[in-house]
Every structure is written in C-alpha cells, then in structure tokens.
Nanobody, 115 residues
Framework: VQVVESGGGLVQTGGSLRVSCAAS????????MSWYRQAPGKERDLVAR????????NYSDSVKGRFTISRDNSKNTVYLQMDSLKPEDTAVYYC?????????WGRGTQVTVSS
C-alpha cells in the first residue's frame, strides 16, 4: 500500500495551491479519502473528507468555502484545491485512506503561506 502526497510549496497570502495524493495497493474507490493537517506544536486536524464515490464531502469550519476536495477514481488520486490561503493554513498536509481493511497514511507535504 502506498499513499503519496505531492504539490506542497510556498505561496503568498490570498494565493492558491493544489495538493494531490496518489494511492495504490488497495481498491481506491472503496475507501473514503481525507486530508489532515498538522502545524508545529499542534495536533493533526481533519481538513476535508470525501466518500468513495465522490458524492459526499465534509470540511472543517476553518476551510469551508475556501478549500475543495475531489477525487478521480480512474487515477487513484485525491486532490485538495486550496484558495484564499491564509498564514494559519501553514502546516504539513497529510492524506489518509480509510476503509474496511484499516487506515493508511501518507508522509505529508509541506504547505507554507507567507504573510
């Protein structure tokens, strides 16, 4: 099983960034996919979740209206489009797959928003 995030980087306040998560080794469409983030000295928090078919999404209040989670089951990939970024969005962003056989995590990608 592999879950690999990519696309992080440095962006200015108000800018946009899209991070991706490529998965393999399990039946992707049967797993809910989530993005979490962890800032230095803080706990890892859920940012957004999407169900296996892609028809249901949930967002934390802090990103609702600014971030969009989506998935392409033909590519075994989930995306997080981040718009109107703020310095407080700075964190390591982790991708997580959750299904019947358990939960798989990626190693994370750093997103830094400069003020």
């Amino acid at each position: 099983v592999q879950v690999v995030e990519s696309g992080g980087g440095l962006v200015q306040t108000g800018g946009s960034l899209r991070v991706s998560c490529a998965a393999s080794g399990f039946t992707f469409s049967l797993y809910a996919m989530s993005w979490y983030r962890q800032a230095p000295g803080k706990e890892r928090d859920l940012v957004a979740r999407i169900n296996g078919a892609g028809g249901r999404t949930n967002y934390s209040d802090s990103v609702k209206g600014r971030f969009t989670i989506s998935r392409d089951n033909s590519k075994n990939t989930v995306y997080l489009q981040m718009d109107s970024l703020k310095p407080e969005d700075t964190a390591v962003y982790y991708c997580s797959a959750n299904g019947l056989r358990g939960t798989y995590w990626g190693r994370g990608t750093q997103v830094t928003v400069s003020s």
